[in-house]
């Protein structure tokens, strides 16, 4: 019989992978360097657990049987087909892959992926461009296992001698430097990441930082597939987990996510009810804390008066034992074996017939946050098959939420303004083209406003950058608030803010331009007991009056923006066409 240790260790290894092949199918490329990059890894996770799962195909001939877990015996598992390739195809695709991702995160940069082999000592180039990068390099090299502790550029022109060990000759100027970013397993070091760029100022802090954690994602995959390799689930069962998982979308609501699951436990579980609940996040999160509370998020199966959106307590109530104990249970009688619990909430009927119940906790980060119960009318147990198959569906929909939270965060963190909240430079204007593509299909107006605060430098050199970051954030908020919710704000640089207004006229926007700079000009700003007036000067445009492009819709909202500030300030101009037939 399998043991729950074993599929706790699966668990984490299918963990590392549903964690990447989610983010596959959701980012696209138009954004920012940091989700390419997470796209890519994706990718490259996906062709490591393909090669693993190949190797399983290839050495275990013979299965040992095991009727207690073997799913497909009981007819529940559709006949989903996973496509064998070469592993050695799939490696090269993996490495290829590597050597991509650190190009789309600085187009300057050539890279080589180097993988220890320890009988021959050394660590050889695994993909890279041969005729510059040396096919090996000795695990005794000081200068690698210098670079390898630290974040620190290797210079050519301090070791030119050392330098020429690792490439390949060429006329070198003195600039260039190489950075190292090191695979590591269980601890060890497996490998590195050799990037190298032409100029030491072609390779930014941030880069550095994202070439470190591509490697910690390869390290992270490498190091989980000895796990995989003894899992024994079926595999029919594996894959099926496999095609619930790519078909999730982080950019649609959290609830397709249990939804998804919902089919996944139906196939694999017999019962009458099934629910799903997760921990209110605004609540207190100590393990045994009586206030806190739950959510119910899914039913499948019967309905009563706790529906999904209800809430209960945790603790004392049976849905919520998985995540007080944060391990699983199963009973054949509940209201024997947990006498001293109810259901739900202790004011609930007793109209109800479920005896025997399984539950298991949603772990997320390591943290017991929800629950799964299945709940059958009589009092058959449930297989310790199903039991250990529970467990691990637990932890993948924990991986499943915990990397939606974290979607959503890279995504905030990478289209936003981190002072302001508000839409960041290079978002707002891929949110602008998209835009002008709306406006061009169904033949509507836009107006692009540019607002810039008047003589903002004098209070960050009389008042310091941290007024400076207050007044920034108000100002924000003031904009935000004199909107709808459909019109786009962004912060476009310093003290510069950009607003669209969708579906209107710049005439008719010119109100709600005007409202921003009045009540900019009668907000008292204060911080720490020191107060301010600003005022601030806004340009805009209309597309498609006076252009039709971004560029130039920027251009002359910019110098509307400008007209106004020569006036002093404190106003908005709207561009009028120069009518030449009439001069």
């Known amino acids: 019989m399998l043991s729950l240790i074993n599929i706790r260790s699966f668990s984490w290894a299918l963990t590392a992978f549903c964690v990447l092949i989610f983010i596959q199918f959701i980012l696209p ?44 015996s009981q007819g529940t598992v559709s006949e989903i087909k996973l496509n064998r390739a070469s592993p050695k195809k799939l490696y090269e695709y993996l490495t290829k892959f590597v050597i991509q991702t650190t190009k789309s995160i600085n187009e300057n940069s050539n890279s080589a992926i180097y993988i220890i082999d320890p009988q021959k000592n050394n660590f050889t180039i695994q993909n890279g461009n041969t005729s510059e990068f040396v096919d090996s390099i000795s695990l005794t090299n000081q200068i690698v296992k210098k670079h390898l502790t630290n974040k620190k550029k290797f210079h050519q022109k301090e070791y030119p001698k050392e330098w020429s060990e690792l490439f390949f000759g060429q006329s070198w100027r003195g600039s260039e430097c190489a950075i ?89 579980f017999k019962y009458e009810r099934a629910t799903i609940s997760i921990r209110k996040e605004s609540e207190n999160r100590r393990k045994y804390d009586k206030g806190v509370t739950s959510t119910i998020k899914l039913v499948d199966g019967d309905k009563d008066e706790y529906t999904e959106g209800s809430d209960f307590p945790t603790n004392g109530s049976l849905q919520g034992l998985p995540v007080i104990s944060g391990t699983y249970f199963q009973t054949n009688d509940w209201r024997k074996s947990h006498h001293n619990m109810f259901r739900f909430k202790s004011s609930e009927s007793d109209d109800y017939k479920y005896k025997s119940v399984m539950g298991v906790p949603i772990i997320i980060e390591g943290e017991s946050r929800g629950s799964i119960i299945l709940e059958k009318n009589d009092n058959s147990s449930f297989p310790n098959q199903e039991l250990a198959d529970g467990v691990l569906i637990g932890q993948v929909l924990g991986s499943a939420l915990h990397w939606k939270y974290e979607y959503e965060k890279i995504h905030k963190n990478a289209t936003h303004d981190g002072l302001t909240g508000l839409l960041n430079h290079q978002t707002f204007k891929e949110r602008f083209n998209d835009e002008v593509q709306r406006a061009a299909r169904f033949q509507q107006k836009m107006a692009v ?11 960050n050199d009389t008042l310091g950058h941290q007024y400076g970051d207050y007044v920034i954030q108000a100002v924000a908020k003031i904009m935000i608030d004199s909107v709808r919710a459909v019109d786009v704000v962004a912060r476009y640089g310093g003290e510069e803010f950009a607003v669209i207004l969708i579906n209107t006229t710049a005439v008719m926007s010119n109100i709600v331009a005007q409202r921003i700079v009045d009540t900019i000009a009668d907000h008292k700003f204060s911080l720490n007991g020191v107060g301010t007036r600003l005022s601030i000067s806004g340009g805009m445009s209309e597309y498609p009056t006076h252009a039709d492009n971004m560029r130039q819709l920027i251009e002359i909202a910019d110098q509307e923006m400008y007209a106004t500030k020569r006036r002093g300030g404190n106003g908005i101009t709207i561009h009028q066409i120069v009518d030449n037939d009439n001069d």
């Open 29 to 72: 490329d138009s954004l920012s360097t940091i989700i390419v990059f997470l796209k890519y890894i994706t990718i490259i996770s996906t062709i490591i657990i393909l090669v693993m799962y190949n190797r399983i195909l290839e050495e275990i001939e013979n299965p040992e049987d095991n009727n207690e877990f073997d799913i497909e």
């Open 180 to 268: 190292f970013s090191p695979v590591n397993i269980n601890g060890s070091i497996a490998g590195f990441i050799m990037t190298r760029l032409d100029h030491f100022n072609k390779a930014t802090d941030k880069e550095i930082d994202l070439f470190s954690q591509l490697a910690e994602y390869v390290s992270f995959s490498l190091s989980n597939l000895e796990s995989l390799e003894q899992h024994m689930i079926g595999e029919d069962s594996k894959t099926l987990i496999l095609e619930i998982l790519s078909n999730l979308d982080f950019k649609s609501d959290t609830q397709n996510i249990f939804n998804q699951f919902k089919y996944l436990i139906r196939t694999f």
């Open 449 to 459: 406003m540019m607002f810039d605060l008047d003589k903002f430098k004098k209070v």
